[in-house]
């Protein structure tokens, strides 16, 4: 996808291609299993389904990669993310912060004979103490599509995702535009806006645009940075003319911390 530059204020700012950002490395297959644990009373399921959610959900909370039992072994997310990689991804994932935690609702569920289709909301936190550029924190909101069958998971879709990283004292707080679906060849916008006065504050800032595929959930990103004296991001994008999954990142960094934002931008 070739995303376009606009101009801000006379100022040209393309948006920069880069492979997934680092820290995303097990978020999305954390979401895999956030989809999945800790479900809320808000739909009656059956309690089969109930105790596989909560075994997951315990599992998931200690680190504990036993938790890839309760996915079969022909498992397959909609971004085509195998069971053995998603366990690899979730390993180094947890290895990057301290503590995670996971607060899931179940907002729908259909029964077809054995099999289950769970419509779920997940809220995940996953934070580190002391990292080179201060502590860290990780907030993801996700809806997800999970069907269960014969007690295991067997197919998981991402149905929407947000995720912000923010490192150090005083991270900037941005607040993001972008739709959530486009079609084929569209142009669209997408908007990282600073929320505090700039001032005499000194920003930077990228935009980044990849694919959503398994192979590149472990890749750091290329974000070439840029000065920022107009109080955020403000982008033009193209949709690529095939259908498929996009991660749309903005970053900013201040004096004080950086802020990584991502959002799931769909081509359908």
């Known amino acids: 996808m070739l ?39 808000a739909v009656t399921i ?3 389904v109930q105790a596989l959610l909560s075994d997951i959900d315990r599992a998931a909370s200690a680190k504990d990669a036993g938790l890839l039992q ?7 997310s909609a971004d085509g993310l195998s069971r053995d990689e998603l366990g690899r991804s979730l390993s180094q994932f947890w290895q990057s912060f301290d503590q995670v ?3 899931t609702t179940v907002e729908k569920a259909d029964r ?7 419509e779920t909301r997940t809220d995940i936190t996953a934070t580190k103490a ?17 069907t269960i069958q014969n007690g295991l998971v067997i197919r998981q879709e991402l149905l929407d995702e947000r995720t912000t990283t923010q490192w150090g004292s005083k991270p900037p707080r941005v ?23 700039l001032g005499d504050t000194l920003l930077a800032g990228s935009a980044i645009d990849t694919p959503v595929r398994p192979e590149l959930y472990a890749i750091p990103p290329n974000a070439a940075l840029e000065p920022i004296s107009t109080g955020g991001l403000f982008k033009v994008g193209r949709a690529p003319n095939s259908p498929g999954s996009r991660w749309i990142s903005a970053v900013l960094v201040g004096p004080e911390g950086m802020t990584w934002i991502t959002e799931r931008l769909e081509v359908r």
Not at 70 to 76: D, L, S
Not at 130 to 146: D, H, Y
Not at 178 to 184: G, K, Q, T
């Open 175 to 197: 607040r993001v535009r972008l739709p959530e679906r486009v079609r084929p060849g569209d142009t669209y916008t997408f908007d990282a806006i600073v929320q505090d006065p």
């Open 3 to 41: 995303l376009r530059a606009c101009s801000v204020l006379g100022n040209p700012q393309p948006i920069q291609r880069a492979s997934r950002w680092g820290l995303a490395l097990g978020v999305s297959l954390l979401m895999a299993m956030g989809t999945a644990v800790n479900p809320a009373a």
């Open 112 to 118: 077809d004979r054995d099999t289950w289709i769970l």
């Open 130 to 146: 002391n990292t080179t550029l201060g502590p860290v924190k990780l907030v993801t909101e996700v809806r997800a599509r999970q």
């Open 101 to 103: 935690t996971y607060s």
């Open 46 to 48: 059956d309690p089969s």
């Open 70 to 76: 309760r996915f079969a072994p022909n498992f397959r």
